[in-house]
């Protein structure tokens, strides 16, 4: 999963990310994102409802 600490720092996808397995966390900062994800986790999801979630919250 990839995401920023900068205040304006949004991580968009780039070519080729999704399927090499990189999450974007878009707008959400990295402790948050990385909650989001711990939970998410709980349950078997595969990558493309894991990004839904991130893009979403």
């Known amino acids: 999963m990839l995401a920023s600490r ?4 949004r ?3 780039a070519a080729g990310s ?3 397995g990189i999450l ?3 707008d959400l900062p990295p402790h948050r ?3 989001l994800m711990m939970l998410a986790l709980l349950e078997e999801r ?3 409802e ?3 979630l991130l893009d979403t919250h």
């Open 46 to 48: 595969p990558a493309s």
């Open 24 to 26: 974007t966390a878009g």
């Open 50 to 52: 894991l990004q839904r």
């Open 11 to 13: 991580i968009l996808s």
């Open 33 to 35: 994102a990385r909650v």
């Open 18 to 20: 999704a399927e090499d």
């Open 6 to 9: 900068v205040p304006q720092g």
